[in-house]
């Protein structure tokens, strides 16, 4: 996110990476698949079909809660998502990014 964004969710942000961390070592731990998302800022629109996943955690953009609906659907049908950390954006939605490659499932 952008420096002052990152600043003023930085306590939730380092919280999340706990939970995450958390998430990783149960999943070792247990044998057990996961896969964690991490949606770009959210909207309340209807869906636009537009939404994207990437392993590129420097991506910065916006994306519909109907859109991260569906591709939680997709990750969690997909054994190819097992085991990894994606961001999600709507590809129409970026802040300033530069190219970036998007995970196909």
């Known amino acids: 996110p952008p420096p002052q ?3 003023a969710l930085k306590p939730v942000l380092l919280e ?3 939970a995450e961390d958390r998430l990783k070592a149960l999943a070792a731990e247990k ?3 996961f896969v ?3 949606p770009g800022g959210l909207k309340s629109e209807p869906a636009t079909g537009k939404g ?3 392993e590129d955690k420097s991506i910065c953009g916006a994306i519909h ?3 991260v609906a569906s591709l939680v659907v997709k990750c ?8 990894k950390v994606f961001s999600c954006v709507d590809s ?6 530069p190219a970036f490659e998007v995970f196909e499932l």
Request: charged share 35%; net charge positive; proline share 3%.
């Open 16 to 18: 999340k990476v706990k």
């Open 76 to 83: 969690v049908l997909k054994d190819k998502a097992n085991g």
């Open 36 to 38: 964690i998302i991490r």
């Open 31 to 33: 044998g057990m698949p």
């Open 65 to 67: 809660r109907a859109d």
């Open 52 to 54: 994207v996943l990437t």
């Open 92 to 97: 129409e939605q970026l802040f300033d990014q």
């Open 5 to 7: 964004v990152y600043e």
